[in-house]
T-cell receptor
Framework: DVKVTQSSRYLVKRTGEKVFLECVQDMDHENMFWYRQDPGLGLRLIYFSYDVKMKEKGDIPEGYSVSREKKERFSLILESASTNQTSMYLC????????????FGAGTRLSVL | AQSVTQPDIHITVSEGASLELRCNYSYGATPYLFWYVQSPGQGLQLLLK??????LVQGIKGFEAEFKRSQSSFNLRKPSVHWSDAAEYFC?????????????FGAGTRLAVHP
């Protein structure tokens, strides 16, 4: 079975802290994605990666960075967390080409106080 | 502007009733189309997808969706809703084929099911 694992289900951080959200997939997928989900806004793409050490900005990259040192792992970094980054964060992966199906992790609910 | 619209934010149906969730997109060419479901506290699960061919597609959990090019719509249907269908439903499109298959999501429709 396809599996995308996000390391934390819930996180509580303080304003100004550096925050790491980790995502691991076991499907040997080239593409990985980070979204944030907010009520009434659906999912918005923060960053994606199509290969190791490659990354592309999504629609809302401000305040975030990413790291992909290994194919199976894609990390989202909040350099200095702010209260407006309180949200649900979802990681997904897919293989390139005709399939176009993204497989999602269970999400990390981050609260920044 | 290119977008995916789910006009209904909340829908409430009785158990056993039929269901239709609406989705419209505004892209020039026919995109790849998806419906995902998110149960409370969970990630997203793919219900069904449309790439080409037969415009009525069957998915998991008894769901189906019909692609109508003339209306730029991809509505999700189920003939008889179960209490376990209470969840949030997202329509999504890949506005081009191949490439990095970026998904564009609608805002979601939250479904409540009354016993």
């Amino acid at each position: 079975d396809v599996k995308v694992t996000q390391s934390s289900r819930y996180l509580v951080k303080r304003t100004g802290e550096k925050v790491f959200l980790e995502c691991v997939q076991d499907m040997d997928h080239e593409n990985m994605f980070w979204y944030r989900q907010d009520p009434g806004l659906g999912l918005r793409l923060i960053y994606f990666s199509y290969d190791v050490k490659m990354k592309e900005k999504g629609d809302i990259p401000e305040g975030y960075s990413v790291s992909r040192e290994k194919k199976e792992r894609f990390s989202l970094i909040l350099e200095s967390a702010s209260t407006n980054q309180t949200s649900m964060y979802l990681c997904a992966s897919s293989s390139p080409g005709g399939d176009n199906i993204q497989y999602f992790g269970a999400g990390t609910r981050l609260s920044v106080l | 502007a290119q977008s995916v619209t789910q006009p209904d934010i909340h829908i409430t149906v009785s158990e056993g009733a039929s269901l239709e969730l609406r989705c419209n997109y505004s892209y020039g060419a026919t995109p790849y189309l998806f419906w995902y479901v998110q149960s409370p506290g969970q990630g997203l699960q793919l219900l069904l997808k449309y790439f080409s061919g037969d415009t009525l597609v069957q998915g998991i959990k008894g769901f189906e969706a019909e692609f109508k090019r003339s209306q730029s719509s991809f509505n999700l249907r189920k003939p008889s809703v179960h209490w376990s269908d209470a969840a949030e439903y997202f329509c999504a499109v890949v506005p081009f084929s191949g490439g990095y298959n970026k998904l564009i999501f609608g805002a979601g429709t939250r479904l409540a099911v009354h016993p």
